[in-house]
């Protein structure tokens, strides 16, 4: 029987929980199926996860997690059960951290004359088996028109079996375009516009564009993203190394070496300071793109800057196999770099040059990656990663003592969720967070593979990997969706995210606008020149 104090605690819990879920704010729309996401809560589950170390990006901290109706609702060591309906998780020697979020995908997504072998479904089963709770995807527009692209991939997500949220890319710019901006950020809560400096002829965007893009995303309080790559030099390397013969995959990495990507970064951030608007740099890949964010953020600039897992731990050398298969498979832009670079880029993250780790999880299968057999520029663009991400950060990472645990969550999970201003409902197991958790066993150790990874495509650019740090549990909005190598889900029942505008990233733009003003001693007032 339980106690008076215990009873009064347990009559708490579920006031609690119905107040904080109460406070979530409404979805604009959900997944065909997922009636009960939108309903901001979970299925009345409860759970207590007891005995972990729970771990914050500002502390790690022995205590348990009490789950109710898919929110958090204490954090506390002892938590009493009295209760048969509470599954209780035992935890002991484990760490409970918030779920990982991915800021950079590409799921369902139509490149190259092909579409991306991962849909919403596939893609969110292979994150969950990994440890990731929410990912933010790319909508990219149907013939420019941002409301068409939204409608697309409205219908692309809905068999979607996990929390997403979207960035919309810009490849065209007129009056329409910048009235359809204003609608995606206070109608649909998307935050986050993608411009590429890449892919001339289809995606690729001008520096007068550019230009455009930024100023009505600062007026929006939306954050600016680039993929930085020179996209005219690009194609003129393109062109160079079919005319010297080399078709095979190592004529993409040659053709797009890091100077280029090194020069698009610095020409953005100029761009992004002449404006003085916050950028967000995506997949880092090399030295020359890190140091540009470096020297920006020395002369306080707002640069985000975003490796992605296959820049931090693999090198080039794979786009030189023998084996077009083996080969293409490594084929992404900008491209793996050469051995060195990755290093530098760990070290970069260990730093806080580099803030936070997406993957670009863009897959195609080998049938796909042979279109380009005869000539590198038609192999479609793209590598795995959603599924490994949480592993491999912490095998490279944390096993080597390059980050601590709770700067593990921070690169993960918890600067997503502030940068994109979703947060602490996300990226932190606090009391009225969802309940997006993962129980990690730092003592187990994992094998990578085409042969058990939750992918579509039939192979992976991290194949016999080996690693140790393994997640064994993963809870989705209160559910247990991963457990003991099972995964449990449904397509449907994911739930889009909202994202509201003026998130951190632009505290002081203001002020910092007044100074510039008042800094320029003019308009001088002068008399009328002699004639």
Known sequence: MATPSRALHLLLLPLLAAAVAASHPAHEFCAAGGDAGCRGGGDGTRILIKGGTVVNAHRAEEADVYIEDGVVVAVRPNIPVGDDNVRVID???????????????????????????????????????????????????????????????????????????????????????????????KEHGINSFKFFMAYKGSLMVTDDLLLQGLR????????????????DAVAEGQQRMIDLGITGPEGHALSRPPILEGEATARAIRLAK???????????????????????????????????????????SWLWDPDFT????????????????????????????LQLVGTDHCTFNSTQKAFGSDDFRKIPNGVNGLEERMHIIWDSMVETGKISVTDYVRVTSTECAKIFNIYPRKGAILEGSDADIIILNPERSFVM?????????????????????????????????????????????????????FGYVFDGIEKSDA??????????????AAA
């Not at 009505?216 to 996209?231: F, I, P, T, Y």
């Not at 080969?327 to 040059?353: C, D, F, N, T, W």
Request: aromatic share 6%; with cysteine.
């Open 449 to 501: 593979g085409a042969h058990t990874h939750h992918s579509r495509s039939n192979t992976n650019v991290y194949e016999g990997r080996k690693g140790k740090g393994m997640v064994e549990v993963t809870i989705s909005r209160g559910r247990v969706v991963w457990e003991d190598g099972v995964l449990n889900i449904a397509p449907g029942s994911g739930r889009y995210v909202r994202m509201e505008p």
């Open 326 to 353: 083996v080969a293409s498979m490594y084929v992404m832009s900008p491209p793996i770099r050469e051995a060195g670079h990755g290093k530098a880029l760990q070290a970069a993250l260990s730093s806080g040059i």
């Open 274 to 316: 002449f404006i003085n608007t916050p950028l967000y740099i995506v997949h880092v890949m090399s030295i020359d793109s890190m140091e540009e964010i470096a020297k920006a953020k020395r002369e306080g600039q707002r640069v985000i800057g975003e490796p992605v897992v296959s820049g931090l731990v693999l090198d080039d």
């Open 515 to 528: 100074a510039y003003r008042a800094s320029l001693r003019a308009p001088v007032q002068r008399g009328k």
């Open 91 to 185: 935890a002991t020697g484990k760490y409970v951290m918030p779920g990982g979020i991915d800021p950079h995908t590409h799921l369902a997504m139509e490149f190259m004359g092909t579409v991306t072998i991962d849909d919403f479904f596939s893609g969110h089963a292979a994150a969950l088996a990994g440890g990731t709770t929410m990912h933010i995807d790319f909508v990219i527009p149907v013939n420019g028109n941002l409301t068409a692209g939204l409608e697309s991939y409205k219908q692309k997500a809905a068999n979607a079996a996990m929390d997403y949220g979207f960035h919309m890319a810009i490849t065209k710019w007129n009056d329409e375009v910048a009235r359809e901006m204003e609608v995606m950020v």
């Open 216 to 231: 009505k995303c600062k007026s929006l309080g939306a954050l600016a993203m680039v993929h930085a790559e020179n996209g």
